[in-house]
């Protein structure tokens, strides 16, 4: 099965498992295809307007990115990362898109994706500019 394939069957399916999965590559495709497992949840909450109708917790987190790599959609690599303003250095897991353009084909009809960009682009317009 390729990679648009196994995006396109977790769209359509409707258990929490895979809703968290579209979350996550939503996330990860609108910010760029690159993102923190401690800021997954957060952006993913933004993306969807707060609302959401399962609970993302870290067991079902984890196991959501355990199956995205194993389909070989993401890479997920624990990285050492600096928290301001306490200057401590922990662990945090990057997680990153193998193939951004499909993800983002694959999201091309998705109703979420496409309601959050308009919002996206309304909030860069309305920054100061220099």
Known sequence: MSSKQIIEEILRSDDELNRLKADILRALTIFNGVSWMSELIPDILKIRGYPIDYLPD???LDKALDQLEAANLISVE?????????????????????????????LARDEIYKRYLPRQMEFFRALPRR
Do not use: C, W
Request: glycine letters at 4%; zero cysteines; proline letters at 6%.
């Open 78 to 106: 624990a990285r050492r990362r600096g928290d301001f303003p306490s200057n401590r250095i922990y662990v945090d897991k990057l997680i990153k898109l193998r193939d951004p353009e499909t993800v983002r084909e694959a």
């Open 58 to 60: 870290e067991k079902l």
